[in-house]
């Protein structure tokens, strides 16, 4: 039996639902990690300021060490380990290899996850802070490497790899050029997929 400071939760992730019981402080960066052995989403400074630790929510990016796993009961959660199509890497993941989008690889799985969410943003219309015209009927901006470089700018790498990050983005929008235009945020499923 639960206690009123724990619960048993549900969580789907990946495509498959892990069943544990949690203290309600649990951050879901700690639950993937700890409980789960989903490694790939990495602690960095656990303080929501670094990205290594993005995952996809609901098609959503969301930085893991802030987000209670209780809170993420009923969601559907994509980590680094699922965004591959069984041996089929994704777009982003391809891209990153084929540019050499990481150094020592720490932030990367945080990169990708991210990387993902904001083609998908961008494809639905959602402005950036240097997005010049943000009228709806005006659709995406163009994905330049300044839109690149502020929708990324949550996630940070010690090793410097930004240029290659960019292009790495760029080119994997490029594969995708529809990604998310399918609803994000109101078909989820059709969002990660």
Known sequence: MASSTSS????NIN??????????????????????ALTGSKKGCDQGQ????????DGRRAVSCLQLA?????REITTIEGVAEGDQLHPVQQAFLDLDGFQCGYCTPGQICS????IQEHAAGWPSAVTE??????GPPPLTAEEIRERM???????????????AVARAAEAQPDAGRAGLGTEPKEAVA
């Open 15 to 36: 495509g498959e639902k892990y069943t544990l019981p949690v203290d309600h402080r649990t951050t879901l960066l700690d639950a993937l990690r700890e409980r789960l």
């Open 153 to 167: 700018s949550g996630n940070l790498c010690r090793c410097s790899a930004y240029v290659s990050i960019v292009e």
């Open 70 to 74: 209780v809170a993420a009961e009923g």
């Open 8 to 11: 048993v939760i549900t969580l």
């Open 133 to 138: 015209d943000v009228r709806p009927e005006a």
């Open 50 to 57: 670094c990205g290594a630790c993005t995952v996809l929510l």
């Open 115 to 118: 990387a993902i969410g904001v």
